[in-house]
């Protein structure tokens, strides 16, 4: 079955930085965008940023541009969300999901989605 775990969060004060990993299995990694999404409390899901391995290409959301890094390492099956100067409005769960077409991960969707990682960033 296919599998996507996403892990790294926890409470930072604003100002501060934690990188998430996306661990994934049973899909060719190669073939797929895979993205981070966030849902604070009382808020749909958005999409956050994605990289799609057939190309490289990678896009974030205009709120984290210049603050978080996505990467991928085709060696692990993994996708790294680096991010740095965080906001007390990044608090929210933050999921993993792969799909084919990345503007769904813009509109915040994805064929498969992995269990999500708290992540607090206190003022």
């Known amino acids: 079955d296919v599998q996507l775990q996403a892990s790294g969060g926890g409470l930072v004060q604003a100002g501060g930085s934690l990188r998430l990993s996306c661990t994934t299995s049973?899909?060719?990694?190669?073939?797929?965008?895979v993205g981070w999404f966030r849902q604070a409390p009382g808020k749909e899901r958005e999409g956050v940023s994605y990289?799609?391995?057939?190309?490289?290409?990678?896009w974030y959301v205009d709120s984290v541009k210049g603050r978080f890094t996505i990467s991928s390492d085709s060696a692990k099956n993994t996708v790294y969300l680096q991010m740095n100067s965080l906001k007390s409005e990044d608090t929210a769960i933050y999921y993993c999901?792969?799909?084919?077409?990345?503007?769904?991960?813009?509109?915040?969707?994805?064929?498969?989605w992995g269990q999500g990682t708290l992540v607090t960033v206190s003022s």
């Open positions: 999901g792969k799909g084919v077409d990345w503007y769904k991960v813009v509109a915040g969707k994805a064929d498969y």
């Open positions: 049973a899909f060719t990694f190669n073939d797929y965008v």
């Open positions: 990289i799609d391995n057939r190309d490289g290409a990678t």
